[in-house]
């Protein structure tokens, strides 16, 4: 049996809301806005809690789309360390994936 090696960074997720439709404007139903959209950023931090916070401080700062910065996000994939330094990431640091 190989034991895996922990994750040294994540993939973040963050899912932004469509915004609600203009009076006036053909939409799919009644309250169903369309589908939301998905930024994903690569985040050089091992714990998957601190990488979602990472992202939230990247977002805040404003370096991404303004829309993503309250909106949810979470992990989905964990990146190896030949993974981050591939990327060219810096311990802490956040990127556009």
């Given at each position: 049996m190989t034991a895996k090696a922990p994750a040294a960074g994540w993939v973040v997720q963050v899912t932004i809301s469509a915004p609600l439709p203009e009076s006036g404007t053909r939409w799919i139903g009644r309250h169903i806005p369309?589908?939301?959209?998905?930024?994903?950023?690569?985040?050089?931090?091992?714990?998957?809690?601190?990488?979602?916070?990472?992202?939230?401080?990247?977002?805040?700062?404003?370096?991404?789309?303004?829309?993503?910065?309250?909106?949810?996000?979470?992990?989905?994939?964990?990146?190896?360390?030949?993974e981050v330094t591939a990327l060219g990431l810096n311990t802490g640091e956040v990127k556009l994936a």
């Amino acid at each position: 049996m190989t034991a895996k090696a922990p994750a040294a960074g994540w993939v973040v997720q963050v899912t932004i809301s469509a915004p609600l439709p203009e009076s006036g404007t053909r939409w799919i139903g009644r309250h169903i806005p369309d589908a939301p959209s998905f930024h994903y950023f690569n985040v050089a931090v091992a714990n998957p809690g601190k990488a979602v916070e990472a992202t939230a401080a990247f977002l805040a700062k404003g370096k991404a789309d303004s829309d993503a910065a309250h909106a949810p996000a979470s992990t989905v994939r964990g990146l190896s360390e030949a993974e981050v330094t591939a990327l060219g990431l810096n311990t802490g640091e956040v990127k556009l994936a």
